[in-house]
């Protein structure tokens, strides 16, 4: 009996679930009965028969796994060696299967690798099965995270309903783990019993998988890898084989839409103009559509409503009600987020896709109603008349609505869910790019820093309303695991549940926002409204979070290179930069958190509507719960920012003191540089004082020969008085001359060193004296002061610099029995502009001075005084100094007195 079973099920890759479409709903009831009698039949044959097995899913009977016990070995390996698969499963789970076990494997052994298969991967592999036709499922475009931003690629969500149930069947291994942006990620692995399954696989389906995830014409594996810079994903192998994706590639349809704001958030103002008569263009249009759609769920009357929470305050409403002109008499116009960078230019040159924007109403602190009109170009044959409601308000939230006229060649009515879905990615897109133009750009640096830089790419929350939804089922019956789900989960993200709200209405929540079907559902905007506000702040949250505990890590990153300064010269710039951008986005997300908690303490929680209906929905949505979670969350936000400014805090000392230590290590660099300097400087005068007694003995040697030459080859020793010393001591005697020779060498070197060492010595007393003045100059009388000089002015440098020409002059005192007779060196650096004595400098030797009449520096100071008040050279009057300095300034006069007295004893 069981062999017979087995023969009758339906061939492998049949559906195991007939999909409903809108036309079956009229099959007549008798039709209906018959099918459900032979439903029954062959239920009580499958009991009959003992197979407790069958049946179990509506996904295609995936309980039916062929494990029995009982089945013979044998036909197991005929089986698995033919072309058709023997597994229970459809022939996509099959092949999806099979997919993630060439992939991964579990670790035999200790020292063995676990390898497992994210699912972001899978979800390109699915792609790239469904382009090659090796998987039959639909796809459509969905926000996803890619490492820091967000982005739009094709994804399967019939693809990710059947990894769901292999995890759910055990037949893959499932692991979470967070990545470093704080995202969660999920990944697969074939688990034992998927291993025990694929034995019954058929070579038609692992060839077809192999056509796929194999480089052609080898058995190397393809692996997914993302490129940030050209934001594709890439299918390469070991060998080098490259072949770009198309996952990325959304597709665009014809559509017409018209502007849309609901009629809670209006204050006055026109209504909205409409698009209806337009609806036909579409249809004369196309779409980019590659793939054969299934379409299940079908809408009438859709309106789009479109969230996000912007950083706003009433600065911002009036700043953006000015950007748009709606206090001008002209209001509106076009817009662009370009910034000119040449106001006194005459043309303006932009690339094409700006916004016309038509003001509906306004108050100037707290909201702004207008509506827009897209131009931004599209594919060639597709056909776009995109309009939208855009409602800005001083909390933050804004809301960007359109009516849906019509899609491809469906007006109003029979909106397909896999045309909707392509329809809200240029929703997300085109609504970003409008709102970036009219906010300022503090507000989108804000944003870029919540998003990591990537903010155009940003989330946002959907409302779809439409007044029918067909096919008309429960609630429950949408949830069924199945294709209705999945359907939802298109424009939905990851359903979370559905609720009946009326007889004929119905609520169906999802990860990227709610739908609301059935003749009542407009009259809760005010209800969904407050409900998307709360949802747009949450969404809002998350990313704040995110971002704050990343901004953690890279102060993590900058105290770790602080840590090992020392090490990398290149690690100081660094460091100072890292911590200036940090001080900066700490200061920004400081900001952000006070326009949150100021948006969750103005809004305000509507009231429960009065009939059932409405009770039902206010119950469903939540909304004052949502509010107490979100002042929670903003509350538990303020200790987290608090404790990161004082981790900053921590960090800013240790950057001081790295500066310090790089301070201090200039400094000591400095002295070593300048000790360097000191010690080349000693070498020059020793070696300027060797050559000068160098130069001195080539004089001596240059007029002995002189007297040489004009003498010819007379010599002293040949003379009569000389022969009676020469002959006796220097020609009898043996070596006399030699020793003779060497006395004088020694004689004559001890005193060459002597003076060397001597003029070493009084090179080294010299005294250097700076001081800054910056006192007011009697120009004329400074001009004759230095007349007076005469040719004792050494040099004179004049210095331009901007306004002001800096001058230097220095000249060597003429009369040294002033100074304690050594001459000082003086130089005067004042600025001829302004007419003030900036600073003076004296360099003087007290070694080559008399001893007893040699200068110090504060008779030296002194004495410079002395003469310049002579000379008159001042415009004011001297500063007034204590008491302590006259007494002072009257000893060091008096001791330049008794100098002056010696100098003139000396003199006579």
């Known amino acids: 009996v069981l062999r017979l079973l087995v023969a009758a099920r339906p061939p492998a890759g049949a559906p195991a679930m007939k999909k409903v479409l809108p036309e079956d709903e009229g099959r007549d009831e008798e039709a209906e009965d018959e099918e459900d009698e032979e439903a029954a039949d062959e239920e009580d044959d499958e009991e009959a028969a003992g197979d407790a097995k069958g049946g179990g899913n509506k996904k295609g009977g995936a309980d039916v796994l062929g494990l029995d016990a009982d089945s013979d070995s044998d036909d197991d390996d005929s089986e698995s060696a033919g072309s058709a698969s023997n597994t229970g499963l459809t022939e996509a789970q099959n092949r999806l299967l099979y997919l993630i076990s060439l992939y991964t494997h579990a670790a035999r052994t200790e020292d063995e690798k676990e390898e497992w298969i994210r699912k972001q991967a899978v979800q390109v592999l699915i792609y790239e099965g469904i382009v090659l036709q090796v998987l039959d499922y639909d796809y459509a475009p969905s926000s996803e995270m890619i490492g820091l931003r967000r982005a739009y690629f094709n994804v ?31 990944c697969y692995q074939i688990s034992e019993k998927g291993e025990e399954v694929l034995k019954k696989l058929g070579k038609q389906d692992r060839e077809a998988v192999h056509e796929m995830v194999y480089e052609p014409g080898t058995r190397e594996l393809l692996k997914v890898t993302w490129d940030e810079g050209d934001e594709v994903f890439y299918l390469v192998s070991a060998t080098g084989y490259r072949r770009k994706s198309t996952v990325m590639n959304t597709e665009d349809v014809s559509y017409v839409s018209s502007a849309y704001i609901p ?91 700006l916004t016309s924007i038509s003001i509906l109403d306004y108050t100037l602190a707290d909201h702004a109603n207008f509506e827009a009109n897209i131009h931004y170009p599209t594919q060639e044959g597709v056909v776009q008349v995109e309009t939208f409601g855009i409602s800005c308000n001083s909390d933050g939230t804004l809301f960007y609505g359109m009516q849906v006229e019509a899609v491809l060649d469906r007006i109003k009515d029979n909106i397909s869910l896999d045309h909707l879905a392509r329809l809200l990615v240029d929703v997300h897109v085109d609504s970003s ?87 009542n559902s407009r009259h809760h905007e005010p209800l969904l409204c407050a409900y998307l506000q709360f949802q ?14 990343m901004l953690l890590d890279e102060m993590k990153e900058l105290r770790a290179e602080i840590d090992v300064a020392d090490s990398n010269p290149r690690a100081f710039d660094w460091c100072i930069k890292e911590h200036t951008k940090l001080t900066e986005q700490v200061i920004m997300l400081e900001e952000i958190l006070g326009f949150i908690r100021e948006s969750l303490n103005e809004v305000v929680v509507p009231p429960q509507p009065p009939e059932q209906s409405g009770r039902s929905l206010y119950e469903r949505l939540q909304v004052a719960d949502m509010k107490d979670q979100l002042m929670r969350r903003s509350a538990d936000l303020v200790k987290s920012v608090s404790a990161t400014r004082r981790h900053l805090e921590l960090l800013s000392g240790m950057v001081q003191d790295l500066r310090e230590k ?19 400087q000693n070498h020059s005068e020793k070696s300027s004082k060797a050559l000068e007694i160098i130069q001195i003995l080539l004089a001596g040697t240059l007029a002995f020969d002189t007297l040489d030459r004009l003498t010819g080859q007379w010599s002293v020793v040949n003379t009569s008085w000389m022969r009676v010393l020469v002959e006796p001591l220097m020609k009898n005697t043996p070596f006399m001359w030699f020793i003779l ?43 004759k002061y230095l007349l007076r000089k005469g040719n004792a002015i050494t040099t004179e440098e004049h210095v331009t610099a901007q306004s002001n020409e800096l001058v230097s002059v220095s000249w060597i005192e003429p009369d040294k029995r002033e100074w304690g007779y050594f001459s000082p060196r003086i130089t005067l650096h004042y ?28 008779e030296l100071r002194d004495r410079l005084r002395e003469d310049l008040n002579a000379g008159k050279i001042w415009a004011d009057s001297p500063p007034d100094d204590g008491d302590g300095d006259k007494k002072e300034s009257e000893r060091k006069k008096e001791k330049n007195k008794t100098a002056k007295k010696g100098s003139d004893e000396a003199k006579k």
């Open 741 to 783: 020779n060497g006395l004088a060498f020694v004689a004559f070197g001890t005193l060459c060193r002597r003076a060397f060492r001597a003029m070493t010595f009084n090179a080294q007393g010299v005294i250097t004296l700076k001081e800054t003045v910056n006192r007011k100059l009697d120009m004329q009388n400074l001009n």
């Open 662 to 680: 790089k301070s201090m290590s200039i400094n000591e660099s400095t002295q070593a540089y300048t000790r360097q300097l000191c010690d080349l």
């Open 831 to 858: 600025d001829l502009t302004t007419g003030y004595l900036l600073s003076l400098e004296i360099q003087y030797n007290r070694r080559l001075a008399k001893r007893n009449l040699a200068f110090n520096a504060d």
């Open 536 to 549: 747009s702040t949450d969404l809002f949250l998350q990313n704040f979070f995110n971002r704050l505990y």
């Open 433 to 519: 790019k409008i709102i970036d133009s009219v906010i300022s750009s503090h507000q989108r640096k804000l944003m870029d820093l919540v998003y990591n830089g990537y903010a155009r790419y940003r989330d946002k929350v959907n409302l779809i309303v439409a007044n029918e939804i067909t096919p008309h089922l429960t609630a429950e019956e949408y949830m069924d695991q199945g294709e209705y789900e999945n359907e939802l989960k298109q424009v939905l993200g990851d359903t979370r549940a559905a609720y009946d709200i009326s007889e004929h209405d119905a609520l169906v929540f999802g990860a990227h926002g709610l739908l609301v079907a059935g003749p």
């Open 263 to 353: 009629q809670c958030l209006r204050h006055g103002g026109r209504p909205t103009l409409s698009n209806a008569h337009r609806a036909h263009e579409c249809g004369q249009g196309d779409s980019a559509i590659r793939d054969e759609l299934d379409e299940v769920i079908t809408l009438n009357s859709v309106s789009v409503i479109v969230s996000e929470f912007i950083p706003f305050g009433t600065n911002n409403i009036v700043q953006l009600n000015n950007n748009i002109g709606s206090t001008e008499r002209v209001q509106g116009g076009f817009f662009t987020a370009n910034i000119d960078k040449d106001t006194s230019g005459t043309k303006l040159e932009l690339n094409p896709g």
């Open 156 to 186: 399967s969500q019939e693809g990710k309903s059947d990894l769901d149930f292999l995890r759910e069947e055990e037949l893959l291994n499932g692991l979470k783990l967070s990545s470093k942006e704080y995202q969660p990620i999920t």
